[in-house]
């Protein structure tokens, strides 16, 4: 029923990635999409797509990459992206909580990657954080669309990336306690939304603290549903249906 559409499996952070799979299909997410956003997760999701049909990549730098990629790295993400099993650009954005002392070179490593989404016409999947005024400057700039990725904004800012064109990855933070997220997306329309834990990371309530999987993508839905005053099952239909035509999977 569910597509999780940004997760990070690697073996960096579980044992046995065959196990981590099989209990995702237990909780009914038949698609996982792994975000393979440096030089070692990006190798690894190409091999995970190869071994499992269910399983998909969107691959490309990290703001936190910034100082590591060479223009080579960058023809070999243009080549790596032609397998049809890659179905997006991502994640990639910019990251202003520590520091922007490599803001100039964010933007740099930031456009170049949006350029390639525009010219291999696949969508983009965006890191935005405390940075969304350069963000928007950014995207505007070229012809694409995707997700924005663990949205935790206000609602006005939704609304001026739903005038781009962009939809929401909306994960474990609208579980949390003092979390403002349901009031913002309980006005965000449903078909602008895909569910995303971005496992191992922000796993939702009741196991905040344990180490996130996509088999608790559930939680996330159940609390869509609860602000949308919808069943799971509708949340469960139209965000799997959002994320099939976002990445082009049938
Ligand atoms: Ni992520």
């Given at each position: 029923?569910?597509?999780d559409?940004?997760?990070?499996l690697?073996?960096?952070?579980?044992?046995?990635i065959?196990?981590?799979?099989?209990?995702?299909?237990?909780?009914d997410?038949d698609?996982i999409?792994?975000?393979?956003?440096?030089?070692?997760s990006?190798k690894?999701?190409l091999e995970?797509?190869?071994?499992?049909s269910?399983?998909?990549?969107?691959?490309?730098y990290?703001?936190?990459?910034?100082?590591?990629?060479?223009d080579a790295?960058l023809e070999?993400?243009?080549?790596?992206?032609l397998?049809?099993k890659?179905v997006g650009v991502?994640?990639?954005?910019?990251?202003?909580?520590?520091g922007?002392?490599?803001?100039?070179?964010?933007i740099?490593?930031?456009?170049?990657?949006?350029?390639?989404?525009?010219?291999l016409?696949?969508?983009v999947?965006?890191h935005?954080?405390?940075?969304?005024?350069d963000?928007?400057d950014?995207?505007?700039k070229y012809?694409?669309?995707g997700i924005?990725?663990c949205y935790s904004?206000?609602?006005e800012t939704?609304?001026?990336?739903?005038?781009l064109?962009?939809s929401f990855?909306?994960?474990?933070?609208?579980t949390?306690k003092n979390?403002r997220?349901?009031?913002?997306?309980?006005?965000?329309?449903?078909?602008?939304?895909?569910l995303e834990?971005?496992s191992?990371?922000l796993?939702p309530?009741?196991?905040?603290g344990?180490?996130n999987s996509?088999?608790?993508?559930?939680y996330?839905?159940?609390?869509?549903?609860?602000?949308k005053?919808?069943?799971l099952?509708?949340?469960?239909?139209?965000?799997?249906e959002?994320a099939k035509?976002?990445?082009?999977?049938?």
């Open positions: 029923m569910f597509i559409t940004h997760c990070h690697s073996k960096e952070y579980y044992a046995d065959f196990q981590v799979l099989k209990e995702n299909k237990e909780a997410v698609t999409i792994i975000s393979g956003c440096d030089k070692e990006i690894e999701s995970y797509i190869n071994d499992y269910f399983v998909y990549a969107t691959i490309g990290h703001p936190s990459e910034v100082l590591k990629v060479s790295d070999k993400l243009k080549k790596d992206l397998n049809k890659v991502g994640e990639i954005g910019l990251d202003y909580h520590y922007k002392e490599d803001r100039d070179k964010q740099i490593l930031f456009e170049k990657q949006l350029k390639i989404a525009e010219d016409k696949k969508p999947v965006i935005s954080r405390d940075a969304t005024k963000t928007i950014c995207l505007k012809k694409v669309t924005i990725h904004g206000s609602l939704a609304q001026e990336y739903i005038k064109g962009y990855g909306i994960g474990g933070v609208i949390f979390s997220l349901s009031e913002v997306v309980s006005k965000i329309p449903l078909d602008r939304i895909v834990t971005d191992p990371y796993t309530h009741p196991y905040r344990e180490i996509s088999k608790y993508l559930v996330v839905a159940e609390k869509i549903a609860e602000c005053n919808i069943s099952e509708e949340v469960g239909k139209v965000t799997t959002n035509n976002i990445f082009r999977i049938s």
